[in-house]
Structure formats: structure tokens, C-alpha cells
Nanobody, 124 residues
């Protein structure tokens, strides 16, 4: 079965950096676009970043210029590098896999599979 496993979360002071990883199994990774979403307490899950099979990427407005997304198809892994973190970035971060070459990648409905999430806490 398909599994997505996130790692790399933790606590960091504002202005610091963290890198998240998501390892996928049970699917042909190179055929899937991959995305990161986040959910803060009492808020809906929101789009962070996505990368398609050819390496094209997109970002949510609140993270553009601070976060970077990349993928390594040989390792079935997608990464999220988060720089200049703010307390507002505190959330559980989820990775998702989207098959079928969807037109958009910024909505939860675009994704077929999800990981369990990893907590990121940014303190001031």
C-alpha cells in the first residue's frame, strides 16, 4: 500500500531554519506531483508548496521567498526547506502525493495520498 512518511519537524526559534523530508513507498514516485500542506490549531489545512514531476514548483503566498521545495526521484523523497521561520509557521506539516497530472496542486482535493504529519513549532 502507499505510504508517505514525514520527518524533520521540531522546535526552532524565530528566524531559524528547518528541513522536512517525506519518503514515499508503494507508488511510482516519478509519476506523482508532491505537495506540502500545513494545519495550525483551529485552522483549516492550507497549501504550502508543491513540485510536479518535471521539477516545476509553486508556493503559498505566506511562504514564497522563504521556503524551497525539491525532490529526489532516486530516493522517492520530497523535501521542504524552511528559512526565516516565524511563529505563524507553527503547524503540523503534511506531505501529499498527486497522481494523474492534475491541473492545480494547491487544493487538498488534488491529492490522492497523505502522510501522518510532522509538528513544526516556531517560538519567539
Amino acid at each position: 500500500q502507499v505510504q508517505l512518511v514525514e520527518s524533520g519537524g521540531g522546535s526552532v526559534q524565530a528566524g531559524g531554519s528547518l528541513s522536512l523530508s517525506c519518503v514515499a513507498s508503494g507508488l511510482i514516485f516519478r509519476n506523482y506531483a508532491m505537495g506540502w500542506f500545513r494545519q495550525a490549531p483551529r485552522k483549516e489545512r492550507g497549501f504550502v508548496a508543491a513540485i510536479n514531476w518535471s521539477g516545476g514548483s509553486g508556493f503559498g503566498d505566506s511562504v514564497r521567498g522563504r521556503f524551497a521545495i525539491s525532490r529526489d526521484d532516486a530516493k522517492n523523497t520530497v523535501y521542504l526547506r524552511m528559512n526565516n521561520l516565524r511563529p505563524g509557521d507553527t503547524a503540523v506539516y503534511y506531505c501529499g502525493a498527486a497522481g494523474g497530472n492534475p491541473i492545480t496542486l494547491d487544493g487538498e482535493r488534488d491529492y490522492d495520498y497523505w502522510g501522518q504529519g510532522t509538528q513544526v513549532t516556531v517560538f519567539s
